[in-house]
């Protein structure tokens, strides 16, 4: 890495990419954002705490939807510390609804217009949208002057928004949630099943790995596959998925400098780009 770049890196950790919890940290020499908050305070302080940074550094907390494996922990984050949170107009208009107007956490809501940029934390943000069951749910794409990361977590496939911005990141963060076989034969009854496969459910391991090695062949030099379903997935059956996507439409995979499976409820090593 040579100077520039290590001023100016993008540091990344996942603290927890699942249905039970997702939080992401995302920091650089000027600030540092949140992307979602769906574990307790006392774990995202501990998580920072255990890579030496603070959450007063946390500038903004970008919000992708409000179920509850994604916002968990936001209200009592609000209260304790000072930040904005960036959401679509749906998301920020159900929590004005659901929570007191006077907790911390509505009036730190900052309405967000996908496909307009906004800077937070020194970091340069479009939201994008994507199609999932929860209005409004949003993508985000976050870039500074060395690099840039972008994230889907909970789509049922790749929409134009997605499919646009998704191959301009270096890093991407992306949704592979189920492998198909499994989830067919799987515990889910199929009323659930079906929600989890529609084109407003989830992300299974062949969608991510075929967008991937067709769309994402100029950038990409980092990739996190997130939100992996404890039920219906494994760290193998999506490394199956890939190796054969990557296979079928000739993509190397030595161009790929990490390929990492996140892990459900630990903490992952902190990455610099
Ligand atoms: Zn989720
Ligand atoms: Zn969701």
Redesign the pocket.
Known sequence: MDLFSALYAIEFCSLASG?SG?CYYVGHHDGALLIDAGISLRRIEKSLRAFGRDVHNVKGVLLTHN?I??IAGLELLAEKYTFNIYASRQVAEAMREYYDQDRRLVQALVEVVPGKSFVTAGFSVTAFEVDHDAPGTLGFHVRNSNTSLAIA??LGHIGRFAHALLPLAEVLILEANYDSLMLETGPYPPYLRHRISSNSGHLGNHQAAEFVARHCRTRLKHLFLA?LSKENNHPEKVTEAFESAFEKFKFSRSRLETLVCLDRTKRSGLYRF
Do not use: E, G, R, V
């Open positions: 249905s997702n179920h494996d994604h977590t909970d939100h």
